[in-house]
């Protein structure tokens, strides 16, 4: 069992910065390949950025490819998205999401735990 908190959204202005934290709790954290998906109101839920467990290989959604980058701290039990470049369309729930295999997937349905999610607003 994994239960995972999200944290660091909030309201800024387009072009600016905000960087996402997920907190993870149980164990082996370092075997889940580890994912961040968004979901703005009235649209369906969308992949962002995923890594992999222990090689770090990532993946990002073309939509924020150069503007947003994910990472994880083993030790910490953490991962992070750092998000630059902000646009009024990147405003959306972010949520974390962990599954219990090495290798990453673009699928929400292939994950097996989610966090709550943070709110991220993008004002133009």
């Known amino acids: 069992q994994v239960q995972l908190v999200e944290s660091g959204g909030g309201l800024v202005q387009a072009g600016g910065s905000l960087r996402l934290s997920c907190a993870a709790s149980?164990?082996?954290?370092?075997?889940?390949?580890m994912g961040w998906f968004r979901q703005a109101p009235g649209k369906e839920r969308e992949f962002v950025a995923a890594?992999?467990?222990?090689?770090?290989?990532?993946f990002h959604a073309e939509s924020v490819k150069g503007r947003f980058t994910v990472s994880r701290d083993n030790a910490k039990n953490m991962v992070y998205l750092q998000m630059n470049s902000l646009k009024p369309e990147d405003t959306a729930v972010y949520y974390c999401?962990?599954?219990?295999?090495?290798?990453?997937?673009?699928?929400?349905?292939?994950?097996?735990?989610w966090g709550q999610g943070t709110q991220v607003t993008v004002s133009s």
């Open positions: 999401a962990a599954r219990s295999v090495r290798a990453v997937s673009m699928k929400g349905e292939n994950y097996d735990y």
């Open positions: 149980g164990r082996a954290f370092s075997l889940y390949a």
């Open positions: 890594i992999s467990a222990t090689t770090n290989n990532t």
